[in-house]
């Protein structure tokens, strides 16, 4: 008598390091521009942008990915980061002004990030609703047919 187990499990719908990769890369130039010639129409833009993620995040329904973003957008602006500050405030100071705002500055950065996509994706979720679930019929292992 052998008993086996058959296990079932959903995997993703889509894979979002792509998306994810192309907003980290668009925030960089955003913040790029924002530490050398703030704006408010930079700010907005990067707002846009980081809205559009979190339309897609929702719309996939990838909320956890959500928290992964920042840290993305981090390891890809962190050199940028340090060279605009260094354009704007001088080789020196920039240097050290780089520095803060890349370490301490990110914190708040992050978590503006980590906020407005999640706002973002929960309430594309929260519109787009919940899939169906299919009825699972579960057969148990030690009743089979011995006839």
């Known amino acids: 008598m052998s008993n086996v187990v058959i296990q079932f499990r959903d995997r993703t719908r889509a894979n979002v390091s792509a998306p994810m990769v192309l907003w980290a890369l668009a925030m960089t130039v955003i913040l790029f521009i924002e530490v050398v010639a703030p704006s408010a129409k930079v700010t907005l833009t990067g707002f846009g942008v980081t809205a559009l993620l979190g339309f897609y995040l929702g719309w996939r329904r990838r909320i956890g990915a959500v928290v992964a973003a920042p840290f993305v957008s981090w390891l890809f602006a962190w050199f940028p980061l340090e060279i605009a500050c260094m354009i704007h405030f001088g080789i020196l100071k920039g240097f050290f002004v780089g520095l803060f705002t890349i370490t301490i500055g990110w914190i708040a950065i992050g978590f503006v990030e980590l906020a407005w996509l999640a706002m ?28």
């Open 120 to 147: 973002v994706a929960l309430l594309v979720r929260a519109i787009r609703g919940t899939p169906r679930i299919e009825a699972v019929t579960i057969i148990e292992p030690d009743r089979h047919n011995t006839t």
